[in-house]
């Protein structure tokens, strides 16, 4: 290796990339990117219908309407959502005279929703819910989360129990989830969660950006005949070694710039943040989370280079870019799956193999805490599968880039491979 | 000694022959032309020349030694294509060909404001080479094939999209590195540039070597018996006569291969014995382009070879 021209190809690399102008903006955009996504999921998640919702429940027992009512006004989230409700009391044979003329009201949504609750319900809580659209999973929950707390109360009225003893049996299980770790129990928010999901997003961006961009430039180079000249002063190997290195560079410094913020932000105590927010992660993972994507880069940007020495324009190198595009989103899927249940076998199994470890272990670790073993199997991993591709993407470059007109076959391409250079 | 000597070269893709036992040398102080047609094997020669592809067979001899990576570092090479980041501004492109190879620092930077000044290119020192016109493109293209000082410089098709002022120019240039003791390829299928400026050709068909030579030499060999005639009327009796080899009519130009040159008056005075009316007869004068059309036409049933 020719230090020198390999230093020219890094200087000019880092003022192409580095220093451009659509880099900072990318780099800047992308974490607005972030927050924008996770605050469009929890806004559908929270998504309910604008208008009012109106819903009429019929009882067959005797009194519950008044005291349906009255459960129903002190629900704060109800008189919140701006509910429509009204009550009426009748018996199971006259409601089914009555649905009949109901219906033309279901029909043209002026109200949303029938509730009848029969005698049995005091039972076997069986209630029947009329509706356009019974799916509504929305509507259903709250309006039987308050039902549920009347029938409640009404079945152990007349026995021996007080007010307290019937709050008690109204109240839902309610989980608080402690951490816990070799060092310490602690009280676990949903700060982990959200570092998970930034990590996941942040790596398949770093990963995605910049392999397309080694792939354009690759190809620009190809296409311009600018490798020709570029080959009559370096070899091909010092090229791509110079243009990996630049790549990587830029896509540290852009992952230095998203994160450095974070890590100020939680590590220090200068922003008061709410404990639901905190997490807790060592050096170690730090160091461990900028070393695993410095492999992980370095492994793709060498798979991206080959895939651009392949073909001749944009258009064509779409067929070669899927395979290396599934390696990073189905990594990446199965990382915000990750949060499920961060310790099944899929979780640790993918933060473990080849390519996906690279973007499912960051996740992970975040949410658990990962034997030291399995940080060293994914790093020996990661390390050896960059020793494994890397001279097949050097030859897959050497070649491909000076290969011009027709497009290769991908039997041609495994050719390259055997090729003795 | 020649500086540059190619022994034996060999290059195979897969089954193909690209390049098969090509042997020449190319003389001190002089321009040596790489003619042939588009496929033929020019640019797999150039890539062994230049250590980009390593050949199957033979060697490249530079002044006395085989050459190695470090050759690159004395190589000037203007491809064909224009090979130049859009994006890129004039200067830094200059600086960045010159440090790939291995010269950086204010001489180079100095030299190359020298060369912008000398192709009226100096004001356009901080644009972006998107924003030149193609001929100043090509302009920037052979500031950086020569900015280094390069020993051996090799031009494919170095007139292509430039204007007769910045030809000339570069013509000079060319002359001027010449006379420097630079080795100069000159690699083009437009043998009348060829024919204007080199000394030496080597000729490549399929891969083969069908002739090399001084081209004076060349010329003189193949132009032997051979005349043009521009007349007027009809002289298809020529055909009838014993020591006339071939006869190409273009209507009021006719071109004829006699026998022998001593044969060259025979015909003179049969024609005008006959009464044709001569405009112009030329003997044992021939262009490199007929001698090019006349060798592609027979390459495979006879190979011809020059010496120096």
């Known amino acids: 290796m020719n230090t020198n021209k390999v230093k020219g ?46 819903a009429l429940i019929v009882s067959e027992i005797p009194g519950l309407t008044n005291e349906l009512k009255e459960e129903f006004n002190q629900d704060k989230s109800i008189k919140a959502k701006d509910y429509i409700i009204s009550y009426d009391e009748m018996s199971k044979a006259d409601f089914e005279i009555n649905i009949k003329k109901l219906k033309p009201l279901l029909l043209d949504e002026s109200l949303n929703a029938i509730i009848f609750i029969p005698k049995t319900a005091l039972k076997n809580k069986e209630l029947i819910y009329y509706s356009k659209n019974p799916k509504n999973r929305a509507l259903k929950s709250k309006l039987g989360s308050v039902i549920n707390n009347v029938l409640v109360a009404k079945y152990f009225s007349g026995r021996e129990l007080n007010k307290k003893d019937i709050a008690f049996a109204k109240k839902s299980i309610d989980f608080n989830s402690m951490k ?77 710039i998203w994160l450095v913020p974070v890590i100020i932000i939680f590590s220090t105590s200068w922003f008061m943040l709410p404990v639901k927010f905190t997490f807790s992660i060592s050096i170690w993972e730090w160091l461990y989370f900028f070393l695993n994507f410095l492999i992980g880069i370095v492994t793709f940007l060498g798979l991206f280079a080959a895939v651009g020495a392949i073909f001749d324009n944009d258009q064509d190198a779409q067929s070669g870019l899927w395979p290396l595009m599934m390696l990073i989103m189905i990594p990446f899927f199965i990382a915000l799956s990750v949060g499920n249940n961060p310790s ?10 080849p390519f996906s470890s690279i973007i499912v272990m960051p996740a992970r670790m975040t949410l658990v805490d990962v034997p030291v073993y399995q940080f060293v199997i994914s790093i020996i991993v990661n390390l ?33 491979v055997k090729l003795k250079s | 000694m020649h500086p540059l000597r190619i022994k034996n070269l060999t290059k195979n893709f897969g089954e193909l022959r690209a390049v098969n036992h090509i042997s020449f040398d190319v003389p001190e102080s002089s321009i040596f032309g790489l003619i042939g047609r588009n496929g033929a094997g020019k640019t797999t020669t150039i890539r062994m020349l230049m250590n980009i592809y390593l050949p199957d067979e033979g060697e490249i001899i530079f002044r006395g030694n085989k050459i190695t990576p470090k050759f690159k570092d004395y190589v000037g090479y203007l491809p064909e294509e224009r090979g130049l980041y859009k994006k890129m501004s ?22 190359a404001y020298e060369y912008l000044e000398r192709f009226e290119l100096l004001e356009r020192a901080s644009s972006k080479i998107q924003d030149l016109s193609k001929g100043n493109q090509q302009k920037i293209q052979f500031i950086s094939t020569i900015l280094h000082d390069p020993d051996f410089i090799i031009l494919d098709e170095p007139f292509s999209g430039l204007d007769p002022i910045n030809t000339e120019l570069l013509k000079d240039i060319i002359l001027e590195m010449k006379e420097k003791n630079k080795v100069i390829i000159l690699s083009t299928h437009l043998m009348d540039y060829a024919e204007k400026l080199c000394d030496h050709i080597a000729m490549i068909d399929h891969g083969n070597l069908i002739l090399h030579g001084n081209l004076e030499e060349i010329k003189k060999r193949f132009s032997e018996g051979k005349i043009t005639v521009i007349h007027e009327g009809d002289i298809s009796f020529i055909n009838q006569l014993p020591y006339v080899q071939k006869v190409a009519d273009f209507g009021n130009r006719t071109e004829i291969k006699v026998n022998d040159s001593h044969h060259t008056q025979d015909l003179l005075k049969t024609l005008v014995e006959r009464n044709v009316i001569i405009n112009k007869f030329s003997a044992n004068e021939t262009s490199l382009h007929e001698i090019f059309v006349e060798l592609a036409e027979n390459n495979g049933s006879e190979q011809l070879k020059g010496e120096f």
């Not at chain 1, 494994?388 to 390259?416: C, D, H, N």
């Not at chain 2, 790939?100 to 030299?111: A, C, E, L, M, Y």
């Open chain 1, 344 to 353: 099944n076998s899929l979780a640790v199994w993918t933060s473990v193999l």
């Open chain 1, 180 to 256: 816990v770790s070799a060092e310490k129990i602690q009280e676990e928010g949903l700060g982990p969660e959200i570092l998970s999901f930034g990590f996941t997003f942040l790596l398949y961006m770093g990963l995605m950006l910049s392999g397309t961009l080694i792939l354009r430039s690759v190809i620009e180079e190809k296409s311009n005949r600018i490798v020709e000249v570029l080959l009559s002063s370096v070899s091909s190997s010092d090229l791509m070694i110079g243009k990996i290195i630049g790549a990587s560079i830029t896509s540290l410094a852009q992952m230095f």
């Open chain 1, 9 to 54: 190809i890094i200087k000019r690399e880092l003022k192409d990339k580095l220093f451009a102008k659509s880099f900072i903006i990318m780099t800047l955009l992308i974490p607005g990117i972030i927050i924008l996504s996770i605050g469009i999921q929890a806004w559908v998640n929270s998504y309910e219908e604008e208008s009012a919702s109106k």
């Open chain 2, 90 to 111: 004039v200067i830094d492109t200059l600086l960045f060909f010159a440090e790939i190879k291995g010269k950086s620092g204010s001489d180079v930077r100095r030299k």
């Open chain 1, 384 to 416: 050896a599968t960059l020793i494994v591709i890397f001279p097949v993407a050097g030859k897959i470059y050497r070649i491909g880039i000076l290969m011009t007109g027709k497009k290769p076959t991908w039997k041609e391409v495994a050719g390259w």
